[in-house]
């Protein structure tokens, strides 16, 4: 059966577990390597991934592509205004044809109906690499830099500051798999998804929706932080003045645990979701965090392939 990764729990949290482990021995071996040298074993020599953007990226499309050379495979790069599918060639046959041409498929897109029908009608892997219900490559990327800074993933305390978008329904579902909980700070009208609350907490999380920023972060071993406004919404500054007492300065920091993280999956607009004292701050873990991406993504391509 053909791996898709649209969402996290279409590997759940074993193969997430195995994923983490598998991206922190490759990293480690690489230690003092030049970037574009493939893996010693190179285990997607001759395998080629489509790279699809609807949505302009820099940390996806940098960290994909090198992810494929580093495992001694390739990629095409498009974006979707250049192709077909830009005008009016569907998600089906454009994924049937690329199903002939490569090995796997990564989309970044709109709707998160495109992605599920791409997987629908492709008979290679497809990647998720952003829509607007989730982000899953990213909260891997994430795991992997908590776990790398010493903290266990089982009884985490996570705090979200800010708007209930993409990024937090896939920290909402990663709870579920991996035992954590999430204290979310947003207000009212700007909740995430229902559906990722109700089957994280089905698998045991703690999920817990306050109005009170300083309460969300109460405790907390790790606060995360993302744009108020998510790219191609609007918003206008209704949304900013909503999202204001949700900034993450030195005092909120300061009600979590002294040792606490602080994340952000960047790009980041210091002076509005965040202070530049806290995001160049000790303990943001930003840079760590994006550097990720690359190593977690590279686990999910071996995961894709039937190699984890």
Known sequence: MTRHFLNLSDAGGDAIAAMLADAIDRKALRKGWPKGKPDADRPLDGHVLAMIFEKSSTRTRFSFEMAMRQLGGSAIVADAGSMQLGRGETVADTAQVLSRYVDAIMLRTDGHDNVEEMARHASVPVINALTDLSHPCQIVADLLTIVEHGKALPGLQLAWLGDGNNVLNSIVEAAGLMQFDVRIGC????????????????????????????????????????????????????????????????????????????????????????????????????????????HAQKSILRWVFGQL
């Open 187 to 294: 207000p009212e009208g700007y909740d995430p998804d229902e559906g990722f609350i109700g089957r994280a907490r089905q698998g045991g999380a703690k999920i817990s929706i306050h109005r009170d920023a300083a309460e969300a972060a109460a405790g907390a071993d790790i606060i995360v932080a993302d744009t108020w406004i998510s790219m191609g919404q609007e918003g206008g500054e209704a949304k900013m003045a909503d999202m204001s007492p949700y900034q993450v300065d030195a005092a909120l920091m300061g009600q979590a645990k002294p040792d606490a993280l602080f994340l952000h999956c960047l790009p980041a607009h210091r002076g509005e979701e965040v202070t530049p004292a806290v995001i160049d701050g000790p303990q943001s873990v930003i840079f760590d965090e994006a550097e990720n991406r690359l």
